[in-house]
Every structure is written in structure tokens, then in C-alpha cells.
């Protein structure tokens, strides 16, 4: 039966109950002819928008659904173990407003009727349905539907009423009554023929499905052991249980539909056709919905708002009087800018970066940002781009269509403060953090198979531990090829090849959602009205939209990345302390760039605490190359990494010996001689391809990205175009073919000198503090470490190698955090640093927020303490306990009362 459509498929976005990818979905139905097919996981839409676009691109009729998960009563109703807390309902959306509804149904379902516990599922109710269903196609579902969960216990009454209430609510068209049938379910049939009763006497109209989970026969035994991994079974135990599916699941031909359900006649495989003719959404993901900007005074626009606040910028820059460079280079990035129409996400990034820095907030872009004048005139990088030799066509260029990225950190400390503001500037029902969904990696792949098939874990670690952790995603087809060790596994051990073999068949496969850990979406109208919202996977009180980063930008939505990071807490809390101890306050950018004593530092190898420059590998290399000027800092930044790791040597080699430095060709030198003769950014790339070859750097860029992905079409024509370009300049065929071999390895994995230049500074930055201001500087840093025992360990150690004195916490001295002390003169003589740090009292483990506070508040309201039995008669009872009591006398807290801690202890 040619005309025949699935209506009921899952995906593997019905988490380890679906086998099938949304491709390989798509991709059956073309092969067996279908014009249309749906999508219709339990409970989400994870899927909609691949499924969409997959179904898009093979010409084949998408069509978006969910099987939704109905409460009995109200979707806010308990979970009760053991009770009747959901039934399944089939919905699919009709067009653009079903498309919303089947949105705004499936958010509410997990903001309002998620219910909690094991078992909990993501539910709506009637009430919902009242008020989302139009543009909404229904039909009964699966065996646990709701009429068919009343024919299985013979409340045939309540079955019609149910059935009837979704035919009046939905429409005569628009309710159907689903058939099913499945070898593994023989109650079917029954439970089928009362169906066509029903939809005789009442008119509803019938329709045949097939609860299809995989998308080929064959794939049976993959479905059963994802099914096991789901419900943490082994093979052997799941075969026990009643979970099982025969291979009936899968996605049937027109033909094998027919047969199966040939009894009932043709019409409710007819009304297949008919509910895919009546399903036409369309999606259009070419409009940027960039949010309204109601911070635009009255007579400007977003374009001439931006100039002026730029002009204004590097008027202040540049003391007043910026040189013609500066004005023509902003002049082209704002002309670039307009070009491509990001002036308002220009405004958008700079209007909450200035609330971080103007409630002293540090904020510190990455990536290629940094490359920007028109982010410097903003004061959203500090990095002047023309000075360090940064290249605007790697942040933007009018020959790429894709918004740049400002990805931006922040303090960690106060990252909440950003998010906030933006959800207020915005609305709140505009803005959501960013879901992640989690698949399966190679090393996950042969655990979780493992455990279905009862291996081992000593066995499997064997195996998993073989998988290269670089590059990141190496695949096991991947690994077997280049690990002799695992082949010989492979071939020699039937056991561990089974598993292998399977671990492949679920790999990259969908397990678990999480949340990212710094994307942001907003949007100019409610995203519930086209995003799915769920809770946060740690904060329920925070919400997620539940498409990943990449498919809300392709829906035209704002996706902005803002992270925290450690080092810009302990950075702005070391500034904090130098105001405390030197009374002038100091900001980052008053901080001299050709400081000797933080070289020389550096090169000395004192790189704990230091952001970026302490690991092992980072240290020595530092001390062989003695580094002189921050730019070698930026370098290293950018060379200490996979792939360009082994030109460190050289770059330290170069340094050290000028005299020695060889270039390929004369060509060469102005573009290398900043980086002693060693390739070490992508600018240098961009640069050398428009020097030789005529390449715009916009174009440039485009030819690197495409060597970095391996598109070989693209490399070969830049090849020809490359060497016709040396050829014109005078350079031999010979020296071409070198100098694009020279180009091919870096252009996969150099650096971008923007993001290289402003981590590099903060690491300058970082050893600055430490060398000019070590008191202030490593109480910040205990201060971020207090709680991890290791880390304040580090700390505690280098302090005493920096010759400052950590004082123990003390219940008359300390506060809540770390603070800096003078040294009593005459004591502690050996501290060439006469500021210690003081242990905070919250750094005391067992001790929370409330005894500290009810400790400080007590010392200040009444002075020191003089006994234990001072301290216990004054400090509020219910403040104390016998562990904080303890835990106070044993780290030394009441070392200055009278009494030894043992005679303490014991009273």
C-alpha cells in the first residue's frame, strides 16, 4: 500500500527507548517510498528540528508530534508509587499554531506536571489540552492510552466517555482511535475490535499505526540491549522481565502494514494519508529574532547607536586624540558590522558587560573577539587590536554568514548577577539556559555494554582505557585502527569482541540531557511559543530550552555563552585586598606589561596559582624559554596544546638564537619574525594567503576552516589558486608546494591569536599579582579553594615559599573569609612578608554559614571571648552543636582560650 504514512515513531530521543536515529528514520521512509512520516517521542521534542531538517533535505513530508504522557487528573497531582499516574496520547501538530501548542503542552508538562521520584514523567491534563489544541491532531495511542487502559480492566463505560471528551475537544477530524498490533501483545486484537465499536457508535474515525521503536528488523537486538542499559539490566535479566519487543517495532513497508491489518479494510490505513494531507507545517529558520533593545535613546537606531558610543569609546581609548588608523579601522569594522546586521548584538553584549564592570564584575571575552576595535571602543576586551597585530576578518568578515561568537567569562563567584540582569532586561519568559543532550562516547559505550552483558569491570577498563583520550572523539573503528594492542584484543578474545561490537552499535547514541554550562538563549517574544522549556538539571528553579545551542541559532534565536571562570573571582577578589592593605584602588589595566621581576619569575618556574602557566609540562617549558615580553606568553597560550605542541621547542630554540632563524622564503619574514620563524597563530595563515595569493582575509579565514574540517574540495581548488598566486610573485613551483604543505598541518589545529592574547594577558596578569602583591594575591586564591582540601593545601604550601605566614582560623580573629593580618613585630620573624593570611571561619569544615555568622555577630556585639565557657554561654545555642563545637577546638580555632584542646574536648 503505497499510500500508507507512520504516524507513531520514536526516535532515540526517547531516551534509551528508541533505537532509531532521526536520519536513519527519514532515510527508511525514502526507501520505502514514503512522501511523509512523523516524530513522536515519549514525552519531548528533543528531535524536531533534525528530524525536520533531515526529512527537509530528502524530500520527504516532516511531521511533529509527541506522545505526551496524560495525567488522570491533574497534571500537578502527586506521583503515587504503584498507582495509575499517566496515560499515553498521541499528539501532532497540524500546522504553525499545532506546532506552538504541542510547544507550549510539552513545557508545561515538565515546568508544572514533572511530579517527582523515579518514575516521574513530564504530564499534562485535560485542562491544557482545553487550552492548546487547536492546529492539534489526536489520536488514542499505544496500549496505554487512556480508552485502551480501560478496555485492559473491562470499564468499556468509561473507555467511551474518555474517547468522546477527545472527539468533542479535538473535533471530528482531528480525534482518531489508533490500531495496533504487535506479536508480543496478543490482547491487542480484543482490545482492536471493541475499538471499532467504539468508533462506530460514537464516529470517530479509525487509524492504523505501528509503535514502530527501530528502524530495521534486524535492529531488534540492539533496541532489547538499549532497553536493558535503560532500566540498568543485564541481558540476561532483562530477558526475564515483561519489557521485551519482537521485531514487529521496526519501520514496516506500506505492503507489510496492509497485511497486517487488512482486516479492518482500508480505511484506517487510508486515514493515515488523510492525516498526513492534513499536516503541512512549515518552519522558517532564516529570520535572526534578535531581541528589542529598549535601551536605544529616542532618535537613533541600533547602527547609529553603536557608532556613537563607539566614537565615544575611543575617544576615551586613546586619550582624545586617536590617529588615522584607529579612525579608518573603525570606520570599516562599523561599515562591516551594518553589512552583515549585528549592530544590535554588538549593543546587546555591550549593555551587560557594562553592568558587570560597573558593579565590579571582571569580564574577560574569548575566542576571536578579542580582534575587534569596535569591542575595545565598548570596553568589552582590554586587549587593544591594533597594537597586537589582531586581524577583524577573524572575528568578522562580509564573506561569512554566521553571527560571530562573544563568548564571554565572568567571575564565578557572580555569573548569577549576569544571568539575572539579562533575564530582566529581556523578560524572563525570553531567556533560558541551553540544554545538552548526552551520547554515548566510545569508552561510555564499552562500560554501559558492558554491564548489559555482565562483563567484568576489570575486563572492560582493559578495553577502555586503550581508547586515545586525543583527539577528543576518537571513535572505536577509530581506535581499532590505530591501536595494535586493541586489535589484537579484537581478533583474540571472543568475549570482549562481542562487546566491542555491540558498544559500536549504541555508540553516539542519545543517553541522558543535562545543561550547559553557559549557554544562554534569548528571544524577542516568549520562547515557550517556539522552543520546548524544561527545568535545569541542577536548579529547579532555573529553566532550560530543551534544543541544543546549534538548533535554536538555526532557528534565528540569540545564543550567547556566558561562563564563569575561577581565576577572574580570585583576580577581583586580590584587587579588593590590595585596596584594603595599600588604600589606592587598582584595576587590571593599570597593570605594567614589561614588568622584569614577573618575567623573571616565570622563568624560575614559580608558576603555582598562576592562570593558564602551572602545569608541569607548561612550567618547564617556560623555564627553558626564559620569557622576556607578554607576547611570549601569548604564544605559549596558543602553542601549548595538541598538534602544536611540538613547535614549542623550536619557538624556545628561536628565541634563545635569533641568528639561527631560517625562513622558506624571504616572503615569510614579515609575517614570522614576531613569532621567532614559527607559525603559531591562524592569522599568520590568513596573512600569508593574502600576501602570496590575492585572498581577501575574510576568504582566508573561509580556506582555513575548510583545510581544519578536511573539505577536500575546497582544499584542492585553494590549492591551484594558492600556487597560481606564487607563480605570479616569483616563486618556484617547488617552494609553492613546500609553503602549502607548510600551511596544510597549522591551519588544522594553530591557534587564533585574539583568544591566545587575552588569556595570555590574564595569565600576565595573574604572575604580576602574585610577584608585586603575594599576601593579597594568595588570600584570593585560598579564598576560591576554601572547602577543596587539596587545593588550599597547594596554596598553604606556596605561601610559605613566597615567605607569607597563614595564621590559623581563630574565633576572636577570624571572619568569615580569609583576611590579611599585620604581623606582630618580633614574631613570626622568619616571614619576609609582614602581611599573613587569616583562615576564615568558613573554610572550617562541619562548620556552616549560621555558626560562623552567630559566632562574628556575638564577638562584635560583645567583644573577644575569654573561655570555652564564654563562648558557649554567649553564642546563641541554637547556633551550636556538639560537631561544631568540636570542629571548631580540633583545626585550632580556640587555640588562644585558655586549655589545652584535649581539656576542651572533654568538657
Known amino acids: 500500500m503505497s499510500d500508507f504514512t507512520h504516524l507513531h515513531v520514536h526516535s532515540e530521543y526517547s531516551l534509551l527507548d528508541g533505537y532509531a536515529t532521526t536520519k536513519g528514520i527519514v532515510e527508511r521512509a525514502a526507501e520505502l517510498g514514503m512522501d511523509s512520516i512523523a516524530l513522536t517521542d515519549h514525552g519531548v521534542m528533543y528531535g524536531a528540528m533534525d528530524f525536520y531538517a533531515a526529512a527537509k533535505k530528502v524530500g520527504i513530508k516532516p511531521i511533529i508530534g509527541v506522545e505526551a504522557y496524560m495525567a488522570p487528573g491533574s497534571a500537578k497531582d502527586p506521583m503515587v508509587k504503584g498507582g495509575k499516574n499517566y496515560f499515553h496520547m498521541l499528539l501532532l501538530a497540524q500546522n504553525e499554531v499545532g506546532y506552538a501548542n504541542l510547544v507550549k503542552l510539552t513545557s508545561r508538562a515538565h515546568l508544572d506536571g514533572m511530579g517527582r521520584g523515579v518514575f516521574a514523567r513530564p504530564r499534562i491534563d485535560r485542562a491544557m489540552l482545553e487550552k492548546y489544541h487547536e492546529g492539534v491532531i489526536a489520536t488514542s495511542s499505544c496500549i496505554a492510552g487512556e480508552v485502551i487502559q480501560h478496555l485492559t480492566v473491562q470499564q468499556k463505560k468509561e473507555a467511551r466517555e474518555a474517547a468522546a471528551w477527545y472527539r468533542d475537544l479535538f473535533g471530528p477530524d482531528n480525534y482518531y482511535l489508533e490500531l495496533q498490533l504487535h506479536g508480543n501483545t496478543p490482547e491487542l486484537e480484543p482490545i ?20 514502530t521503536h527501530f528502524v530495521r528488523r534486524e535492529d531488534l537486538e540492539a533496541q532489547k540491549h538499549v532497553m536493558a542499559m535503560g532500566f540498568n539490566l543485564t541481558m540476561k535479566d532483562f530477558c526475564t522481565k515483561n519489557y521485551q519487543m519482537d521485531d514487529s517495532y521496526h519501520i514496516m513497508s506500506g505492503d507489510e502494514m496492509w497485511q497486517l491489518f487488512k482486516r479492518y479494510g482500508t480505511t484506517p490505513l487510508e486515514n493515515t494519508r488523510r492525516i498526513a494531507d492534513m499536516c503541512h507545517l512549515k518552519m522558517d529558520f532564516g529570520r535572526v529574532q534578535l531581541p528589542t533593545l529598549n535601551f536605544i535613546p529616542e532618535g537613533h537606531d541600533a547602527a547609529s547607536y553603536l557608532k556613537f558610543v563607539c566614537e565615544e569609546g575611543l575617544m576615551k581609548r586613546t586619550g582624545g586624540s586617536p590617529t588615522e588608523e584607529y579612525v579608518r579601522r573603525l570606520d570599516y569594522e562599523l561599515d562591516v558590522i551594518n553589512a552583515t546586521g549585528f549592530p544590535d548584538y554588538m549593543l546587546i553584549v555591550w549593555d551587560y558587560v557594562k553592568f558587570a564592570r560597573t558593579n565590579g564584575i571582571p569580564a574577560l571575552p574569548r575566542g576571536s573577539a578579542g580582534a575587534s576595535l569596535v569591542l575595545y571602543c565598548l570596553y568589552i576586551t582590554d586587549v587593544d587590536p591594533i597594537k597586537n597585530k589582531l586581524l577583524f576578518e577573524r572575528f568578522l568578515s562580509r564573506e561569512r554568514l554566521e553571527m560571530p561568537d562573544i563568548d564571554t567569562d565572568f567571575a ?158 580570585i583576580v577581583a577578589e586580590a584587587l579588593k585586598y590590595i585596596q584594603q592593605t595599600t588604600g589606592q584602588k587598582l584595576e587590571l589595566a593599570d597593570i605594567p606589561l614589561e614588568d622584569r621581576k614577573t618575567f623573571e619569575s616565570l622563568g624560575r618556574g614559580e608558576t603555582t596559582n598562576v592562570f593558564q602557566l602551572e602545569s608541569a609540562g607548561m612550567t618547564r617549558y617556560l623555564m627553558q624559554l626564559r620569557p622576556t615580553r607578554v607576547d611570549d606568553l601569548y604564544a605559549m597560550v596558543a602553542l601549548y596544546r595538541p598538534g602544536p605542541l611540538e613547535q614549542i621547542p623550536v619557538y624556545i630554540q628561536n628565541k634563545n ?22 607559525i603559531v597563530y591562524q592569522e599568520q595563515i590568513m596573512q600569508l594567503l593574502q600576501t602570496i ?164 555577630g556575638t564577638r562584635e556585639s560583645g567583644g573577644m571571648f575569654k573561655s570555652l565557657e564564654d563562648f558557649c554561654d554567649r553564642v546563641d545555642r541554637a547556633a551550636l552543636n556538639k560537631r561544631v563545637l568540636e570542629s571548631l577546638i580540633k583545626c585550632g580555632a580556640m587555640d588562644a582560650l585558655p586549655g589545652t584542646r584535649h581539656q576542651k574536648l572533654q568538657i
Open 657 to 678: 638564537n635569533p641568528h639561527n632563524i631560517k625562513y622558506l622564503h624571504p616572503i615569510l619574514k614579515p609575517i614570522l619574525e614576531d613569532t621567532y620563524g614559527v
Open 192 to 211: 482492536n475490535d471493541e475499538l471499532v465499536r467504539i468508533g462506530k457508535e460514537l464516529g470517530i474515525p479509525l487509524v492504523a499505526t505501528n509503535d
Open 412 to 569: 564565578d563567584s557572580r555569573r548569577g548577577e549576569i544571568l539575572d540582569y539579562i533575564a530582566s532586561t529581556y523578560g524572563r519568559e525570553n531567556v533560558a539556559q541551553i540544554i545538552t543532550y548526552g551520547t554515548l562516547g566510545a569508552k561510555a559505550a564499552l562500560r554501559d555494554m558492558a554491564r548489559v552483558l555482565d562483563i567484568p569491570l576489570s575486563e572492560v577498563d582493559r578495553v577502555a582505557k586503550l581508547i586515545p583520550s586525543l583527539p577528543v572523539g576518537t571513535t572505536i573503528a577509530q581506535a581499532l585502527e590505530r591501536v595494535p594492542e586493541l586489535k589484537q584484543i579484537y581478533d583474540g578474545n571472543p568475549e570482549l569482541h562481542n562487546l566491542i561490537d555491540w558498544a559500536r552499535k549504541v555508540e553516539g547514541r542519545m543517553k541522558s540531557v543535562g545543561t550547559h554550562a553557559c549557554g544562554v538563549v534569548v528571544s524577542r517574544n516568549p520562547l515557550d511559543e517556539m522552543v520546548p522549556l524544561q527545568r535545569t538539571s541542577k536548579d529547579e528553579n532555573a529553566v532550560m530550552a530543551a534544543f541544543e545551542g546549534p538548533t535554536l541559532a538555526k532557528m534565528g534565536l540569540l545564543k550567547m555563552d556566558i561562563l564563569g571562570l575561577a581565576n577572574l573571582s
Open 693 to 856: 595569493a590575492g585572498y581577501t582575509l575574510g576568504e582566508a579565514y573561509i580556506v582555513i576552516k575548510a583545510i581544519s574540517k578536511k573539505n577536500k574540495e575546497l582544499m584542492g581548488e585553494n590549492e591551484i589558486r594558492f600556487k597560481e598566486g606564487c607563480g605570479k610573485k616569483g616563486i618556484s613551483q617547488e617552494i609553492a608546494t613546500q609553503l602549502w604543505e607548510l600551511i596544510l598541518p597549522f591551519a588544522g589545529y594553530s591557534f587564533n591569536r585574539p583568544h591566545a592574547t587575552l588569556y595570555g594577558l590574564l595569565s600576565y596578569q595573574t604572575a604580576w599579582l602574585k610577584t608585586n602583591h603575594p599576601t593579597e594575591y594568595m588570600a584570593a586564591v585560598l579564598t576560591a579553594a576554601a572547602g577543596e582540601i587539596e587545593e588550599v593545601a597547594k596554596s598553604v604550601a606556596e605561601c610559605g615559599r613566597l615567605g607569607v605566614a597563614v595564621l590559623p582560623a581563630d574565633v576572636n580573629r577570624s571572619s568569615e573569609g580569609f583576611t590579611i593580618e599585620r604581623l606582630p613585630d618580633g614574631q613570626l620573624a622568619d616571614f619576609s612578608n609582614r602581611l599573613g593570611v587569616r583562615f576564615g571561619l568558613s573554610a572550617i569544615r562541619n562548620v556552616g554559614s549560621g555558626p560562623v555568622h552567630a559566632v562574628i
